[in-house]
Every structure is written in C-alpha cells, then in structure tokens.
C-alpha cells in the first residue's frame, strides 16, 4: 500500500500562481507514473500533468504553457507549479501515482480561482 498526502490549494485571483505538492509514503522508484488529474463538479476527471519513471514530463491543454510538473525522486515527491490561473480552472485536483499495476489516489486539494 502506498498513502499519498498532498498540500497545497486554496483560493486565489486570476493571474496568481498555487503550488500543490504530493508526497508518497514509500519509494516511487518503480513507479510507471505520478501526477495530478483535476475535476470539475459533474465532469469526468481529467489528466493535467504526469511524470514517467524514464523522466519524460507531460502538461496536458488547457494547462500546457500554464504549468509545470517536477519530480523529486529522492523524497518521493512530484509538484505542480500552476501560473496564470483562470477561473476554468477551479476544481478538485488529485495526486495519482501508478506503480505495481495500480493506481493510488490522493484525498484531493481544492483550487478555487475568482475572477
């Protein structure tokens, strides 16, 4: 079993940055990948930001150009860095980790974005 806490979020105005960090409770050496995904009330979550074990960083639209995803592997990490924050991107967001054929979720920080 692996736990993962997140902190980070909160309420912010349009154009400011948030920072969400995700920790794991044991090592993601083997991880195949480690991320955020968001959801909006009535949608499907959506992937926002992934990093694979071979170090290849994905930011998916509408987020590209906006955010940025990092790793530390040492301390078993991954953080999104959120700039230029719009409205439309108020939601829940979601650390995910995938690794020993499953997926592991985070309890979730909520991002509120007020224009």
């Known amino acids: 079993q692996v736990q993962l806490v997140e902190s980070g979020g909160g309420s912010v105005q349009a154009g400011e940055s948030l920072t969400l960090s995700c920790a794991a409770s044991?090592?993601?050496?083997?991880?195949?990948?480690m991320g955020w995904y968001r959801q909006i009330p009535g949608k499907q979550r959506e992937l926002v930001a992934a990093?694979?074990?071979?170090?290849?960083?994905h930011v998916f639209d509408p987020a590209k150009g906006r955010f940025n995803v990092s790793r530390d592997s040492a301390k078993n990490t991954v953080t999104l860095q959120m700039d230029a924050l719009e409205p439309t991107d108020t939601a829940a967001y979601f650390c995910?980790?995938?690794?020993?054929?499953?997926?592991?979720w985070g309890q979730g920080l909520q991002v509120t974005v007020s224009s």
């Open positions: 044991r090592s993601t050496t083997y991880m195949e990948s």
């Open positions: 995910y980790l995938r690794m020993d054929l499953r997926t592991y």
């Open positions: 990093v694979t074990r071979s170090g290849i960083y």
